[in-house]
């Protein structure tokens, strides 16, 4: 996992990693989790905040998150994004501010803008009242001299979809109603005041318990940790710690592609648009922001995480699986009530990392190789690599794919664009991949390193491994045993293999 602040992520790996284990040792209860608290923050004087108490009471919200809680006890909400109050504090109020390029000139023309009677006459320039400003701008625009500027806080800017507001406080607050559980703000709080529920200590639990928990690790695993660590690698290591297994998702974008392309092949003869469906952020973006493209235009497909998950609780209806990635959203996904057979739980390569060193066990190269999808399948994480999917399952199937046109959307301006053109039937497209994150998942708000390293040493990976086809790769898996539909229902295609 990695921010702009190595602070931010090396106290909550410190935070999470104690908290794992306690939980294996099953010593997780308030005393044991206070000797943490204090361990951080000793006092008298304070590490990191104006003074302890508070500093403690950030660390207290902290462990909670970690603990799959709410950060403030007695609060409750299914959102996974949330913000621990007492850390956000030192964030500027307004969003308008007077600089000293302000002429104090005579027309005054800011003060003439401004219908809520939030701008004065200072002493040298002019003043906003924040209790009094809406943020409408006006001042700014009239501005003869460009003295008065907008700073809008790092949060509220990485949010793609305007579901961050403040309250009377000035601190942050979640509009659940319209948050797609993308992450971006997480990572953009230079004071790490909003952070995701952590379901480790519920995975740690079912391990301890006897339960047959499998690991589901995204695509854009492959990379994550350098060139030498691949799949096989991650799985030792897995398996090491309790997990009975470990399969890669990839192979779930192997059923994703083939049942899509059947989608795709089927719109393409109504002259239907549509959009991809494996994107959590996305397809919430669409259900709360775009209801109508959601319903007609949307891929009715699951993503390669349910579908892996459903395969595996097809063979073991038992089973307890856990989905390990670089995304936020797949939390969201896990407890969406209109998926059926989700991964029970998700977890970052950050939570997963500190949960390994709880048990101190490293993740290092291995000799045995281990693939169970295809390149195609690999290739999801990045940015157009469902659409090619897609296209090549396909092609497979003896579809004509010439003149098919392709839009592919990477990041979350870029992507409520495209739907904007789509709602007003001015999309110049026929289908639409669409990701939240830029870069596509490679690229998502809790990856473990720099994207960049990440797609260079991903490359050396993935041309090792072999060319097997999507449908030839699907030929070993029963998929006539569970549903690709999103609720669960029937399939209305016949699966392209048996």
């Keep these: 996992m990695i921010t702009n602040d190595k602070g931010i992520v090396d106290l909550k790996h410190f935070i999470l990693r104690e908290v794992c284990r306690l939980a294996w040792e099953d010593r997780l209860n308030t005393e044991e989790t206070e000797k943490i608290v ?20 950030i660390l207290r919200g902290r462990i909670r998150l970690a603990m799959g809680q709410m950060p403030e006890p007695g609060k409750t909400s299914d959102n996974v994004v949330q913000v621990i109050p007492a850390a956000c504090d030192d964030c500027p109020i307004q969003d308008y501010f007077v600089t000293d390029i302000c002429r104090f000139c005579l027309g005054k023309a800011c003060l003439n803008a401004c219908n809520f009677g939030a701008i004065s006459r200072g002493d040298s320039k002019m003043r906003i009242d924040p209790n009094k400003c809406k943020s409408c701008g006006l001042c700014a625009k009239s501005c003869p001299y460009g003295a008065i500027i907008h700073q809008e806080r790092p949060c509220k800017k990485a949010c793609p979809v305007g579901a961050i507001f403040y309250n009377d406080a000035g ?17 953009s709080c230079p004071f790490g005041a909003i952070g995701s529920k952590i ?16 690991a589901m ?30 399969v890669e998702v990839g192979l779930g974008g192997d059923m994703t592609a083939a049942y899509e392309a059947l989608e795709w092949i089927e719109a393409r003869k109504e002259g239907r648009k549509m959009t991809t ?19 007609e235009n949307k891929s009715a497909t699951v993503s390669p995480m349910v ?8 063979v073991d209806p038992e089973c307890v699986t856990v989905f390990i990635g670089p995304c936020i959203a797949k939390k969201g996904e896990t407890q969406n009530p209109l998926i059926t057979d989700s991964a029970d739980y998700a977890l970052t390569y950050g939570e997963m990392v500190a949960m390994l060193d709880a048990r101190e066990i490293p993740i290092e190269p291995v000799e045995e ?53 789509l709602k007003a039937g001015k999309l110049d497209a026929d289908f639409v991949e669409g990701m939240i994150c830029p870069g596509g998942c490679v690229g998502g708000p809790s990856k473990h390193q720099a994207e960049g390293l990440v797609i260079k040493a991903r490359g050396d990976l993935l041309a090792k491994a072999d060319g097997r086809k999507i449908l ?13 539909q999103r609720d669960g229902s029937p399939n209305p295609h016949e699966p392209p293999v048996r």
């Design 171 to 187: 601190v942050c607050q979640i509009d659940e109603s319209k948050c797609i559980h993308c992450g971006h703000c997480i990572h």
């Design 38 to 57: 204090y361990e951080v923050s000793p006092g008298p004087k304070p590490q990191y905040r104006c003074c302890v108490y508070k500093e403690r009471e």
């Design 369 to 421: 190789d281990y693939q169970e999808s295809s390149v195609f399948g690999k290739r999801f994480a990045g940015t157009g690599g469902v659409a090619a999917a897609v296209m090549e399952a396909m092609k497979e199937m003896g579809e004509d794919t010439d003149g098919i046109r392709l839009m592919t959307c990477a990041g979350g301006d870029e992507c409520r664009k495209a739907m904007m053109l």
């Design 472 to 484: 030839d790769n699907l030929k070993d898996y029963p998929m006539d045993r569970f549903s690709m």
């Design 217 to 246: 690790c995204a695509p854009a695993t492959e990379g994550q940790f350098g060139n030498k660590i691949g799949m096989a690698a991650i799985r030792a290591a897995l398996k090491k710690y309790g997990f009975a297994e470990m």
């Design 277 to 295: 469906s494996c994107c959590p952020a996305f397809i919430s973006m669409l259900h709360h922001h775009f209801p109508k493209i959601y319903e």
């Design 307 to 314: 579908a892996v998950s459903r395969y595996l609780k097809a």
């Design 199 to 214: 379901y480790a200590v519920d995975v740690i639990r079912a391990i301890r318990a006897g339960k047959r928990v499998i």
